[in-house]
């Protein structure tokens, strides 16, 4: 037993802007009549949200694990500021370096990964990181010294394959994204890929992340 989410994060969002941001895709679901405007406590986990509109059907895939249901979520979460989206349960699958492009795994085989098929201490080092820069990280949040909080971050992962340090909100991980601004599907089905690109548009054309998860 579980409860099932799909979220859908803005890579580009900085701090700053995330919640004018947020409003902007509420407004655009609204319109489009997936969400309602009001807010309910019954609409998230843990928290409040946006309970499904007249037309929340019209987001989801229609094959495979995607049929509808027939019956309305719950609703949907916005949520601001720094935040690790993903499946709820732990598990990357790779990361791929910013520099080289080289990919590192997390599983795998037993001859190649041990008896139990994982990278422990690979995963360690990308939740490690993950983690302190949604506690906040070090400095003003964002590298530069200037104070603005703007999202890019201090906190590095230094890659095995070509030796260099990125900060981590620049590594691409299959299956998670590290966020200002993410939205959070409760109890939805397997959504549309035009989701994702409505909420694109309606923050300008930033790159969007989209994954599922189950807690």
Not at 95 to 102: A, D, G
Request: glycine share 16%; aromatic share 8%.
């Amino acid at each position: 037993m579980g409860t099932y989410y799909e979220w859908v994060a803005d890579l580009d969002a900085t701090e700053a802007e995330a919640r004018e941001l947020g409003q902007r895709v509420v407004d655009a679901l609204v319109a489009r009549g997936v969400l309602l405007p009001e807010v309910s406590w019954e609409a998230a986990l843990g928290g409040a949200g946006h309970p499904p509109g007249p037309a929340w059907a019209d987001t989801l895939a229609r094959s495979g694990a995607g049929t509808v249901s027939g019956e309305a979520p719950w609703g949907m979460a916005v949520g601001v500021g720094r935040e690790v989206y993903d499946g709820g349960q732990g598990d990357v699958d790779t990361v791929t370096c910013p520099r080289c492009s080289v990919r590192r795994s997390f599983f795998g085989p037993p001859e190649e990964f041990g008896p139990t098929c994982s990278d422990e201490e690979g995963l360690r080092w990308f939740h490690d990181a993950a983690a302190a820069w949604r506690d906040g990280g070090d400095g003003d949040g964002d590298g530069d010294g200037d104070g603005d909080g703007d999202g890019d971050e201090t906190v590095d992962l230094v890659c095995r394959e070509c030796g260099a340090a990125s900060p981590v909100t620049q590594w691409s991980a299959n299956d998670a994204a590290l966020a200002c601004l993410g939205f959070t599907f409760w109890s939805w089905d397997e959504l549309r890929p035009e989701v994702a690109d409505w909420i694109a548009e309606a923050t300008g054309g930033h790159r969007i992340a989209h994954g599922s998860g189950k807690v």
